[in-house]
């Protein structure tokens, strides 16, 4: 079993217009939904973490031009 079906899952409202609200039913079929929004939330943490990543090397970059 991989980790993720290990994890307890939680149920979570999400407000959307109705005109997005129908487009995402329309395109996601029930039981994909969630895996999409779990994907898209898994990629903009990975993102957020490159970025944080991105900004302590330049940090440490300046630094050492400083000195």
Known sequence: MSKKEKEKIERL???LP???ADYFRAEF???KR???VADCLMKRKR???VKKLEEELRQVGKARQNT
Do not use: A, L, N, Y
């Open 13 to 15: 409202i999400i407000k």
């Open 18 to 20: 109705k005109t997005m």
């Open 29 to 31: 079929p029930h039981g």
């Open 34 to 36: 969630s895996d999409f």
């Open 47 to 49: 993102e957020q973490e």
